[in-house]
């Protein structure tokens, strides 16, 4: 162990190990298997020519998960501090991209996918629940955030025994989805009917790899697992191979029950299937299963998330206050809180004709024109569009850290080396520049919701460079 490695387990002393090998398994599983199984598989069969193209998209998007995880399995276990992505970019970039990344992080990219997947749970609480109103949607978004934050809030053991429990129950529900289909279904309805009706084979891979999207924030907790050096490249292994399977053994019942034309003008996949075989009950279950995948994935992103905030604060004199870790809990309490509520602004912010009318009013100001709310279908289809492209950048930026950390770093301990490098870091690199432009193009005007918040960490970076100046050697402990 390097002077340096030494300085981070000194730094991370009050974090124990309380994460075993299938708690992290689970942690990614429950992230990246959210909504997106059930959204869309039609959008990636509308864009493709033929179920076979469409079910190698769903392969190869594993794949590219898979090298991106070689990517990561390095980097966390070279530089094992709790907060993933923001360790490796201020050792690569420099205290101010940290720093941004960190405040992205809150003020937007994890923030507004925890909105995004408490307005999935919402909207499909309503759909089940016929009774009541669609506005209630915003409200059970809320709810679902303030109740798994105060899970977590009792503690590491809680929140990863809430985060087991709904992984088991979505992986299960699944599971019967998958052997329905497969069994009560036939190849008859393979053949091709009617031309591609979407952009193409590049706009399939697009929602593909949304829906495989997740995987990454594993390396928020690497810290707290146990065994990491071989515990982490393991973790994200496993986790990415048991969702690939999920995914083609889903998409497969998908084709099998609805046929290929069918999956194509399907707007809920999963339900309808069920619809056909079990009849209108069947469409109830989805319904619940749905629910039930989205609370698993915001649990896990509250539970992974409120880490960054804590290395952050350790850093950063403005966030100071955020670097507090609870020994007891084994738990971020503060930084849990300001999460929550940075997620609760952004759902309410979307989600009310009050909030989208404020965001109106100050773009009015600026000389901007007001948003386009309708054309984005509602909370959650806005977050994630808003959200989108500055995740991108930072994860591509990510990337690029791999080779810039080989270089600063070279007598560093690597305890997994990236098999293949530089091959792994060029196509994740590929990957990010494709996903950051499909993004852009997508969101439009409508990245200012997260490019405003983001330019206000500028001004905010350099309040604490004005109120503390680090040591060097607080620097190198990095």
């Known amino acids: 162990m390097t002077s340096n490695q030494a300085n981070e387990a000194l730094r991370q002393d009050g974090v124990a190990e309380h994460l075993g090998l299938w708690d992290a398994v689970s942690i990614i599983v429950g992230i990246v298997v959210g909504t997106g199984i059930f959204k869309t598989p039609q959008a990636v069969f509308a864009n493709v020519s033929g179920p076979w193209e469409g079910m190698a998209c769903w392969v190869v998007g594993g794949l590219l998960a898979l090298v991106g995880a070689l990517c990561y399995a390095e980097l966390a276990t070279t530089y094992p501090r709790i907060g993933g992505d923001y360790v490796y970019l201020t050792r690569a970039y420099g205290r101010p991209m940290g720093f941004l990344f960190g405040w992205a992080q809150l003020a937007v990219i994890l923030t507004g996918s925890i909105g995004a997947m408490a307005y999935a749970f919402g ?36 929140g990863k025994t809430v985060q087991n429990l709904l992984t088991a129950v979505k992986v299960a529900g699944l599971a019967g989805v998958a052997v329905t289909g497969l069994l009560w279904g036939d190849t008859s309805g393979l053949a091709v009917d009617q031309p591609m009706t979407g952009a193409g084979l590049g706009l399939a891979m697009v929602f593909v790899l949304y829906t495989y999207g997740g995987w990454n924030d594993a390396a ?53 299937l069920a619809e056909l075989v079990v009849g209108a009950w069947g469409s109830k279950l989805i319904s619940l299963l749905v629910m039930l995948s989205a609370l698993g994935a915001i649990n896990g992103m509250i539970l992974t998330g409120s880490r960054i905030y804590v290395s952050l604060g350790t850093d950063h004199r ?161």
């Open 123 to 158: 909207d499909y609480a309503v759909a089940l629940w016929k009774g009541l109103d669609p506005s209630w949607s915003v409200w059970l978004a809320v709810a679902a955030v303030v109740v798994l934050t105060g899970l977590n809030l009792l503690g590491l053991v809680f």
């Open 220 to 272: 928020f907790v690497a810290a707290e697992v146990r065994s990491r050096h071989r515990n982490i490249p393991r973790a994200l292994f496993l986790g990415i191979a048991a969702i690939t399977a999920i995914y083609v053994l889903v998409n497969l019942a998908y084709l099998w029950g609805l046929g290929f034309e069918g999956l194509r003008k399907s707007s809920a996949p999963a339900a309808e």
């Open 318 to 478: 403005v966030f100071a206050w955020l670097g507090y870790w609870n020994r007891d809990r084994a738990t971020p309490i503060r930084s849990l809180l300001v999460q929550m509520a940075a997620a609760l602004m952004l759902i309410v912010t979307v989600g009310t004709t009050t909030g989208q009318n404020a965001v109106d009013w100050v773009l009015v100001q600026i000389g901007l024109s007001p948003l386009p709310w309708a054309e984005y279908y509602g909370g959650f289809n806005t977050l994630v569009a808003a959200s989108a492209p500055v995740f991108w950048v930072f994860f591509l930026l990510t990337g690029f850290s791999l080779f810039i950390l080989r270089a600063k770093d070279p007598n560093r301990t690597r305890p997994f080396s990236a098999p293949f490098y530089p091959l792994e870091p060029i196509v994740f690199c590929g990957m990010c520049y494709y996903m950051l432009f499909s993004a852009l193009e997508y969101a439009k005007a409508l990245t200012l919701i997260a490019l405003v918040p983001l330019a206000a960490g500028v001004p905010l970076y350099w309040i604490s460079q004005f109120q503390h100046h680090r040591s060097p050697d607080d620097c190198d402990a990095l």
